[in-house]
């Protein structure tokens, strides 16, 4: 499969992550949420920016009880609950942040 | 919460070469949801698992060792390394990644997971463990 963005193809699996983390950027990450028909604002960029940034330092995706610790410790304890995620990432906060911030899915995830 | 059982896990093998060092660990993550006790012990060649600086381009790997410091955020803080088997070949504890914990009874202090064993502290952890996972 394929996600078309600015005129470039985009290879993704068959549940629409993005196969090439490498190849991520703004514009995709807008495109992997709409193909969802789901918007990007603020709040959904803290998640993703911050997944982005774990990823980077421990080479994996956290499971969802470790992102809902984490982001309550960053971002304030009014954001770290599962209703707060829920709200803005209704498939699941690390399932769905996750694709739209290029990254596999979380390990453990089913 | 229904009963808490004592998960160990005894890490035996280098961490590249084979896949159980990396499968133990992709376990110990997603076991880690069922908020058991878990203990993960490096033993033997398993030592190599936690030295610091490693890079596994060279052999066309992707590095997991970076994910060993994200245990400390899934409740896995319970971590042994035997002794006997660092000097068998060469190392120190210092030779290892520091793994931390941040202790949410206490003010989430970061405190270390790291534990060094002997033989025997080794086997009481063995006779003590409810579930023993061998990798």
């Known amino acids: ?110 | 919460m229904s009963v808490t059982k004592k998960f160990t896990y005894i890490n035996r093998k280098a961490p590249y070469g084979t896949v159980y060092a990396l499968e133990s660990l992709e376990v110990v993550l997603i076991g880690a949801a069922f908020e058991q006790e878990v203990q993960l012990v490096f033993v033997d060649d398993g030592v190599y698992q936690l030295t610091k600086g490693q890079d596994a381009a060279g052999i066309g790997m992707k590095s997991f060792s970076k994910t060993y410091a994200a245990l400390g955020d899934y409740d896995v803080n319970q971590i042994y390394v035997c002794e006997q088997s660092l000097a068998d070949r060469g190392l120190t504890i210092d030779d290892l990644q520091a793994l931390t914990y941040e202790d949410e009874d206490d003010d989430w202090a970061e405190k270390s997971s790291m534990n060094l064993v002997n033989r025997e502290q080794l086997s009481d952890l063995i006779s003590n463990a409810d579930v023993l996972l061998n990798f």
């Open chain 1, 1 to 110: 499969m394929a996600l078309e963005v600015n005129g470039k193809s985009y290879e993704v699996d068959e549940e629409g992550y993005l196969a090439n983390l490498n190849e991520w950027d703004k514009d995709v990450a807008g495109a992997l949420a709409a193909s969802d028909d789901a918007e990007l604002t603020d709040s959904h960029w803290e998640v993703i920016n911050f997944l982005r940034e774990y990823y980077e330092e421990y080479q994996i995706a956290p499971a969802v009880r470790v992102l809902t610790k984490a982001i309550g410790k960053r971002l304030g304890k009014e954001k770290g609950n599962s209703k707060y995620l829920y709200e803005l990432f209704p498939y699941g906060p690390a399932k769905q942040a996750c694709k739209y911030a290029g990254l596999p899915k979380p390990t453990g995830c089913v």
